[in-house]
């Protein structure tokens, strides 16, 4: 597979990609081994590029919210203050009508204002025309076939390890509000009653119940970027057309113009909608360990 | 698609950035906030309390103006009424002096008509006693006659 993609990359090296060649390698991290991973699960392997933009991302969302707490005061707020302000309320209403602990609350709150802002900005990282970063990264490293994806929640790895956090947590309040002894009581009467015949069917529930959530808390993120990216992928090849194919060419270029306008105006959408919704899961989810079946 | 180490080192910072968040952001934004809430409804309830006041202070002049139309309009009849007694008491002070002024002139008038009545008396006794000298041509004796004379006087 390796030698194969290597093989693809030096031929293009001459004849310029192929439309497939070049969604594989736009699709390729930057990882520690520096060949596309083969196999399907390798934890021996690490995504740089993933890891830069979103450690660069998370670190840019907490500078952002620290310049607003560090003016904070009760005095008139500026625009920016007034900003931040109205999303630290957005996410604390929400937090204080899911979770009713307020002991709890001080740390789901603002990890849910934390993750709602990175996974935005992760997300918003789509706006960046997709061959711009790759581009600069490739000019800057010297290797003209080098790898980098910019979304980094359009990366399984990042979107799962978030709701992989979030599954935590779940169990954590699920152990703190219950008791150990509550929850594991919890897992073998819930949902289908307390009748020794039942425990395996509700234990098996209870499993199943924790990983469809955390799974499909993880892939919905990760699908949606993932797609997302893919689009405007395809509209950069619509356009990369145009040349070279005479009379068509200028319909192509338009169709290029049009459709990737179109696509990135519906995707400030997507990009909010799905950081909200991470957020809004995140919220529920833990939510739901405070409260008994 | 595939997974790898990516998983758990996004999974790490996940929680140093909640917790950075917990921490250093959520607090002072939080406090702020509130602050500001209980700005706002302390600025609201005293602009109410304000408003009350200014009704309370409007309500208070207005009985004062009222007040005061009434104590002037009440000193004003006082001092017409004083006025109209003081007049009143000059008027008859007046009428007493004028009559007493006339009694006085009446009694001084008659005192002196009586007097020259007296005086015209004893002219005429004087006159008639010579008139009748004359017409008799002889002596009358003054002495003799007194008492005619006085009878005479008293009839005058």
């Known amino acids: 597979m390796s030698n194969v993609t290597e093989a693809a990359a030096n031929a293009a090296e001459h004849a310029g990609p192929t439309a497939g060649e070049y969604i594989v390698h736009h699709l390729t991290h930057l990882n520690s081994t520096g060949h596309p991973q083969t196999s399907i699960v390798d934890f021996s392997v690490i995504n740089l590029d993933t890891l830069f933009w979103s450690i660069s991302l998370g670190l840019l969302t907490i500078f952002i919210l620290w310049l607003a707490a560090r003016k904070a005061t009760s005095g008139v707020p500026g625009r920016f203050q007034g900003f931040i302000e109205l999303m630290v309320e957005m996410v604390a209403d929400q937090a204080k009508g899911i979770i009713h602990s307020e002991e709890s609350r001080k740390f789901v709150a603002p990890m849910a204002l934390t993750v709602f802002i990175w996974v935005f900005l992760m997300n918003a990282m789509d706006f960046i025309p997709v061959d711009l970063i790759p581009l600069l990264w490739q000019t800057a490293s010297g290797d003209h076939h080098a790898y980098m994806r910019v979304v980094a929640t359009a990366d399984l790895n990042a979107a799962l390890g978030m709701s992989l956090g979030v599954l935590l947590l779940c169990l954590y309040y699920n152990v703190k509000i219950k008791g150990a002894g509550g929850w594991i009581h919890e897992l073998f009467t819930a949902p289908f009653g307390s009748h020794p015949a039942l425990y395996p069917v509700n234990f098996a529930m209870q499993l199943i119940e924790f990983a469809a959530k955390t799974i499909s808390h993880g892939m919905r993120l990760f699908g949606n970027m993932y797609a997302g990216e893919l689009v405007f992928m395809l509209i950069a090849l619509l356009g990369a057309a145009w040349g070279a194919s005479g009379a068509t060419g200028p319909m192509l270029f338009v169709g290029h113009v049009l459709a990737g306008s179109i696509w990135a105006i519906f995707h400030i959408l997507i990009v909010v909608l799905q950081a909200f919704i991470f957020m809004m899961l995140a919220l529920v989810y833990i939510g739901q360990a405070h409260e008994g079946h | ?156």
């Open chain 2, 1 to 156: 698609m595939n997974l790898n180490a990516t998983l758990f080192a996004q999974l790490i910072v996940f929680f140093i950035l909640a917790w950075v968040t917990m921490q250093f952001v959520w607090p002072p934004i939080v406090k702020a906030l509130d602050e500001r809430a209980q700005k706002i409804a302390d600025g609201l309830a005293a602009a109410d309390k304000a408003k009350t006041d200014l009704a309370n202070a409007e309500k208070k002049a207005v009985d004062e103006l009222k007040k005061a139309r009434e104590s002037a309009a009440e000193l004003r009849a006082g001092a017409e009424k004083q006025g109209t007694q003081i007049v009143e008491e000059a008027r008859a002070e007046a009428a007493r002096i004028v009559s007493a002024a006339r009694e006085a002139a009446e009694a001084e008038a008659g005192v002196a008509a009586q007097r020259a009545r007296e005086a015209l008396r004893e002219q005429v006794a004087t006159l008639a006693v010579a008139g009748a000298e004359k017409i008799l041509r002889k002596e009358i004796n003054a002495q003799a006659h007194a008492d005619l004379l006085a009878q005479l006087k008293s009839e005058l």
